[in-house]
């Protein structure tokens, strides 16, 4: 369910162009159909006025264009923010991936989005997409125009959304939300209920349809470095070869482990993958774990905060005591 | 022309698959997919499957050689096998003409014999597109999808498939299937034609054009101050890359496995930072160059190598997967929309 209009961020933009307050626009540019929007950077009204667009498909996050799109340059930028997308924000600052000074950021209530992936694979040739309220109207070339409950399209990640709160903004359009009681560690704890030997099989079935696009990681707000190990020749591991299963797991179990406790859960790396790897579920095992061994913690809630595991106290459990191998937990 | 009723397609499937390996689009979780048939597998209705039917001629990784290392000896050991004889069911007019495009790249001299022994192993049983999607633009590139190409076409209708051999190899087949097919007027297959061709022409993107583009415009496109907006959202990720029916770039390596050497071949992507490293650098530095190489590739450098034909099929994989929606047909439109062309 959309909660803000186009018009309502649009007039924002051009007022904040016009006041001085920002020098560009970071926001969706209108595409082909209604789903399939680009993010792109405005210079001017003029550009903002043509093709500036925000509707239910303006789901990707924002926070990672923050770095390319501040460094060398002095202009201060204009980003919307998600909730979910603030809490990116505040890890990226957190790692001073970005200078806060250069970014002016209003926080967009989201209703939840849509996902033209997603919905593709529901309706064949869709022709326009609008969203009224919470019936969506899907209209086809073939087949006539196609009713639906906004939440039987809803994204996937969305279906979990962990927070209508916005943990950074300059400024906020409508009214803030709540942290919400997501149920999103069912699924991992449905994998904790597997043998080792069916938790194996799981993510052999799902792993080995990997292509290694990287989508995952390029797209990631946690996946920062200049340089990604597995880009670099003389790492020994940079094979772009889908040589066997366990090069696939090797890739995602050790992307996994270098943003574990820097994941907010933001779903980007699901989202994106083109063979439906729920990739998010690594990242949310690690997150349950550190919660039961350290206490709630969820990145980018707060800049500066120290990750459990890069914080120690002398209070920390040794994991291995912790939890029995192989048994609920492990 | 033959026909079998649609209720008999798993009898047909089994008969295909008694003379050699079958392999056809199935559902999966992830969307259809080609598999090898097996009893109980059923064709799946999607219009096309997520990744591309190139596979089978260019594999993702494949193996092409071992190097057994005793001493100051290095034993080169030819790992190549002849490929068995198999069909592959319900490719789509885009990917069937996608093969031609790599054909010209493996087949050219000196050929790949790698490519070569699968794809004369190969018989394709083509489809026509009964409902083309919205990011269809296949008609862009000369291509009809009411009439594929392929060694046996065949056209469904509401309750039964119908075949038309185009070669020797697939009359041959056809006539294999004489004892489960029964001979088929045109009457049906020049209706189903029809419903095609008036569905195609209700595709937004039927007006896409080519004109513009093509053999010899390198300088026209190549300094184009588009490509900095067109490319600024990439996520220099190869998904466009990797389920692309006719990109073709691969990369070559030697694995140690500690007691040999593997020498593989895997797909490669002009997305990467790393792609057609040399001893001096990597030649295009910012994802600029890498996203201006794809579509350079496919709509001027290929076209000049090879009389003008363009390695784009308009399948719409790559309008359908990349995590920011930039694709070809934006940047056609952007790039041949200016009004100095």
């Not at chain 2, 119908?162 to 088929?184: N, Q, R, V």
């Given at each position: 369910?959309?909660?803000?209009?186009?018009?309502?961020?649009?007039?924002?933009?051009?007022?904040?162009?016009?006041?001085?307050?920002?020098?560009?626009?970071?926001?969706?540019?209108?595409?082909?159909?209604?789903?399939?929007?680009?993010?792109?950077?405005?210079?001017?009204?003029?550009?903002?006025?043509?093709?500036?667009?925000?509707?239910?498909?303006?789901?990707?996050?924002?926070?990672?264009?923050?770095?390319?799109?501040?460094?060398?340059?002095?202009?201060?930028?204009?980003?919307?923010?998600?909730?979910?997308?603030?809490?990116?924000?505040?890890?990226?600052?957190?790692?001073?991936?970005?200078?806060?000074?250069?970014?002016?950021?209003?926080?967009?209530?989201?209703?939840?989005?849509?996902?033209?992936?997603?919905?593709?694979?529901?309706?064949?040739?869709?022709?326009?997409?609008?969203?009224?309220?919470?019936?969506?109207?899907?209209?086809?070339?073939?087949?006539?125009?196609?009713?639906?409950?906004?939440?039987?399209?809803?994204?996937?990640?969305?279906?979990?959304?962990?927070?209508?709160?916005?943990?950074?903004?300059?400024?906020?359009?409508?009214?803030?939300?709540?942290?919400?009681?997501?149920?999103?560690?069912?699924?991992?704890?449905?994998?904790?209920?597997?043998?080792?030997?069916?938790?194996?099989?799981f993510w052999q079935g799902e792993l080995s349809r990997c292509?290694?696009?990287?989508?995952?990681?390029?797209?990631?707000?946690?996946?920062?470095?200049?340089?990604?190990?597995?880009?670099?020749?003389?790492?020994?591991?940079?094979?772009?070869?889908?040589?066997?299963?366990?090069?696939?797991?090797?890739?995602?179990?050790?992307?996994?482990?270098?943003?574990?406790?820097?994941?907010?859960?933001?779903?980007?790396?699901?989202?994106?993958?083109?063979?439906?790897?729920?990739?998010?579920?690594?990242?949310?095992?690690?997150?349950?774990?550190?919660?039961?061994?350290?206490?709630?913690?969820?990145?980018?809630?707060?800049?500066?905060?120290?990750?459990?595991i890069v914080n120690y106290t002398t209070d920390d459990p040794?994991?291995?005591?912790?939890?029995?191998?192989?048994?609920?937990?492990? | 022309?033959?026909?079998?009723?649609?209720?008999?397609?798993?009898?047909?499937?089994?008969?295909?698959?008694?003379?050699?390996?079958?392999?056809?689009?199935?559902?999966?979780?992830?969307?259809?997919?080609?598999?090898?048939?097996?009893?109980?597998?059923?064709?799946?209705?999607?219009?096309?499957?997520?990744?591309?039917?190139?596979?089978?001629?260019?594999?993702?990784?494949?193996?092409?050689?071992?190097?057994?290392?005793?001493?100051?000896?290095?034993?080169?050991?030819?790992?190549?096998?002849?490929?068995?004889?198999?069909?592959?069911?319900?490719?789509?007019?885009?990917?069937?003409?996608?093969?031609?495009?790599?054909?010209?790249?493996f087949l050219a001299e000196p050929q790949d014999t790698y490519?070569?022994?699968?794809?004369?192993?190969?018989?394709?049983?083509?489809?026509?597109?009964?409902?083309?999607?919205?990011?269809?633009?296949?008609?862009?590139?000369?291509?009809?999808?009411?009439?594929?190409?392929?060694?046996?076409?065949?056209?469904?209708?509401?309750?039964?498939?119908?075949?038309?051999?185009?070669?020797?190899?697939?009359?041959?087949?056809?006539?294999?299937?004489?004892?489960?097919?029964?001979?088929?007027?045109?009457?049906?297959?020049?209706?189903?034609?029809?419903?095609?061709?008036?569905?195609?022409?209700?595709?937004?993107?039927?007006?896409?054009?080519?004109?513009?583009?093509?053999?010899?415009?390198?300088?026209?496109?190549?300094?184009?101050?588009?490509?900095?907006?067109?490319?600024?959202?990439?996520?220099?990720?190869?998904?466009?890359?990797?389920?692309?029916?006719?990109?073709?770039?691969?990369?070559?390596?030697?694995?140690?496995?500690?007691?040999?050497?593997?020498?593989?071949?895997?797909?490669?992507?002009?997305?990467?930072?790393?792609?057609?490293?040399?001893?001096?650098?990597?030649?295009?530095?910012?994802?600029?160059?890498?996203?201006?190489?794809?579509?350079?590739?496919?709509?001027?450098?290929?076209?000049?190598?090879?009389?003008?034909?363009?390695?784009?099929?308009?399948?719409?994989?790559?309008?359908?997967?990349?995590?920011?929606?930039?694709?070809?047909?934006?940047?056609?439109?952007?790039?041949?929309?200016?009004?100095?062309?």
């Open positions: 369910m959309q909660e803000v209009t186009r018009d309502a961020l649009l007039n924002k933009a051009l007022e904040l162009l016009k006041n001085g307050t920002v020098d560009r626009v970071l926001g969706y540019r209108v595409g082909e159909f209604s789903y399939d929007v680009t993010p792109a950077v405005f210079e001017n009204e003029d550009a903002l006025k043509k093709d500036f667009c925000w509707n239910s498909f303006c789901g990707a996050n924002f926070s990672k264009y923050l770095i390319s799109e501040t460094a060398k340059t002095e202009k201060k930028l204009l980003v919307f923010l998600k909730p979910c997308d603030s809490y990116s924000f505040n890890q990226l600052l957190t790692e001073h991936r970005f200078d806060r000074e250069k970014v002016y950021a209003v926080g967009v209530p989201c209703g939840g989005m849509l996902s033209g992936k997603d919905l593709r694979e529901k309706v064949e040739s869709v022709s326009d997409v609008s969203v009224n309220g919470d019936k969506v109207t899907v209209k086809t070339l073939f087949d006539g125009d196609l009713e639906f409950d906004f939440e039987t399209l809803l994204s996937d990640r969305c279906k979990n959304c962990k927070s209508k709160k916005h943990v950074a903004y300059d400024e906020l359009l409508g009214e803030d939300g709540e942290v919400l009681d997501s149920h999103r560690f069912d699924e991992v704890e449905r994998l904790e209920q597997m043998t080792p030997d069916e938790r194996f099989a292509i290694r696009c990287n989508a995952c990681r390029d797209v990631c707000p946690a996946c920062t470095c200049e340089k990604c190990v597995f880009d670099n020749p003389n790492s020994g591991v940079q094979n772009k070869a889908a040589a066997d299963s366990f090069e696939e797991k090797m890739f995602h179990i050790i992307r996994a482990f270098h943003v574990a406790g820097r994941c907010t859960d933001c779903g980007e790396c699901s989202r994106v993958c083109p063979q439906h790897i729920p990739l998010h579920l690594l990242n949310r095992k690690f997150i349950k774990d550190i919660n039961s061994f350290y206490g709630d913690y969820q990145a980018g809630a707060e800049v500066g905060s120290r990750a459990p040794e994991p291995s005591e912790a939890v029995e191998r192989g048994h609920g937990n492990a | 022309m033959r026909k079998i009723s649609l209720s008999k397609l798993p009898e047909l499937f089994s008969a295909i698959a008694k003379t050699s390996a079958l392999y056809l689009p199935v559902d999966t979780k992830a969307g259809a997919k080609f598999e090898a048939w097996a009893v109980g597998k059923t064709l799946s209705n999607a219009l096309n499957t997520v990744r591309s039917a190139k596979d089978f001629f260019f594999p993702q990784t494949e193996n092409l050689m071992d190097f057994k290392v005793e001493g100051k000896n290095i034993e080169l050991i030819d790992t190549r096998k002849e490929c068995e004889d198999f069909v592959l069911f319900g490719v789509r007019a885009c990917d069937v003409k996608s093969f031609e495009v790599l054909d010209r790249v490519y070569k022994n699968r794809r004369e192993h190969a018989l394709i049983i083509s489809t026509a597109c009964n409902k083309p999607q919205e990011t269809c633009f296949c008609g862009t590139f000369g291509i009809d999808a009411a009439e594929p190409s392929g060694d046996i076409v065949t056209y469904r209708t509401d309750d039964e498939l119908f075949f038309d051999a185009k070669t020797e190899k697939g009359k041959k087949l056809l006539d294999a299937l004489s004892s489960i097919t029964e001979e088929a007027d045109e009457k049906a297959v020049d209706q189903q034609k029809a419903l095609i061709r008036e569905r195609l022409q209700k595709l937004p993107l039927k007006d896409l054009k080519t004109e513009g583009f093509g053999s010899g415009k390198t300088a026209e496109f190549f300094d184009d101050p588009q490509w900095k907006e067109l490319s600024s959202a990439c996520l220099g990720c190869g998904t466009c890359t990797f389920v692309c029916p006719t990109c073709q770039c691969y990369d070559i390596k030697d694995f140690d496995t500690g007691h040999g050497i593997k020498r593989f071949r895997c797909w490669d992507s002009c997305m990467y930072s790393d792609f057609t490293k040399m001893s001096a650098g990597q030649p295009r530095l910012t994802q600029l160059e890498r996203f201006r190489q794809r579509f350079m590739h496919k709509l001027v450098y290929y076209p000049t190598n090879n009389d003008g034909l363009f390695s784009c099929v308009g399948c719409g994989r790559c309008l359908a997967k990349c995590p920011i929606n930039m694709n070809i047909v934006k940047v056609m439109k952007a790039l041949g929309g200016r009004e100095d062309a």
